[in-house]
């Protein structure tokens, strides 16, 4: 199987999204997760639906009584990378939960009657997947290291902002119906705190690990900001610790707590990314962004 989904693979990306055999004329993606124990990358060619504008994946495995790899990984990493055609985008991966998923997957039954009688040869509830895109249609052009850290930043406190939309939106929903709805506060808030604390741990290490000491040679005079900045990538990692915990048994969370202790986060986040643009753009405005080779 690994040998027939790697040329399928192959021929995708040779041919601009079209491939032959059982796949001809059928809607083929490619979906990139990491692997939850590997951290590895990995590659499926998957079919797909769309329904409105929601592009949607089954976890059909067909009809195995286990659920994918690509599903374990992606609920473990949920930023992926879908590939539909020529184009390839990044994603997050939200399953669909409740009355939402059994409507999706009459939709996608309707559109490939295959899923239908994929779930009727196995007892699991086979997953629907809702592939989001991420980041904005009409990016700002990145031409310096100072636009790349502001895309990073940009990107940050839109899925924040996503989060706690979402996390507003569970509320109004347990006041309307006067209790709680299970599990918790859902796969979908749960997807998109992965994402945006995955990322933000990515871009801090990747600061405290290049970014900072290669400034620091060049600029000894901010030695007492990059303290400062260290000291906030602490105190930000112990917030997403705390938020982990939470996460962790999503079906008993506090969703009072939660929200607290996300709103502490926010102000804290949003003071900390501040900061940094205030001392790291102007030397960064000067350096080309992808970096470019010295001259022979």
């Known amino acids: 199987m690994s040998s027939f989904n790697q040329s399928v693979i192959d021929e995708f990306r040779a041919n601009g999204g079209k491939v032959g055999g059982p796949f001809e004329g059928g809607d083929l993606l490619l979906l990139t997760t990491t692997g939850a124990k590997s951290g590895t990358q ?6 797909y639906v ?32 879908v590939e539909i055609g020529a184009e390839r985008y990044g994603a997050v991966a939200v399953p669909a939960e409740g009355e939402r998923r059994d409507r999706l997957f009459a939709h996608a039954v309707r559109a490939a ?24 249609d009409a990016p700002a052009p990145v031409r310096t290291l100072a636009d790349k850290v502001m895309e990073v930043h940009t990107w940050l406190r839109a899925q924040l902002q996503h989060v706690r939309a979402e996390v507003d939106a569970h509320f109004a929903a347990v006041a309307e119906g006067g ?9 979908q808030i749960r997807q998109h705190c992965l994402a945006f604390c995955q990322s933000l741990e990515f871009h801090h290490v990747s600061e405290d690990r290049h970014l900072f ?36 048994d999503i079906a008993g969370a506090d969703p009072v707590r939660f929200r607290a202790e996300l709103e502490r986060m926010s102000e804290e986040l949003t003071a900390h990314l501040a900061y940094e643009e ?19």
């Open 42 to 47: 990995h590659t499926t060619p998957l079919g």
């Open 50 to 81: 769309r329904h409105g504008e929601l592009l949607l994946v089954v976890g059909s495995n067909m009809g195995a009584p286990r659920h994918p790899d690509w599903y374990h990984n992606l609920l473990a990493h949920p930023l992926v990378q």
């Open 113 to 136: 009657p295959g899923y239908g009688d994929y779930q009727a040869n196995t007892p699991r509830v086979l997953p629907v997947v809702i592939l989001e895109r991420t980041g904005e």
């Open 179 to 187: 209790e709680r709805p299970a599990p918790g506060l859902g796969l």
């Open 213 to 248: 000491p290669a400034m620091e040679t060049h600029h000894p005079e901010l030695g007492g900001a990059f303290d400062r900045l260290r000291a906030e990538h602490r105190t930000v990692a112990r917030l997403q610790q705390e938020l982990g915990t939470l996460l962790a």
């Open 278 to 296: 205030e001392v790291l753009l102007p030397p960064l405005a000067g350096i080309p962004f992808p970096p470019q080779a010295p001259k022979a």
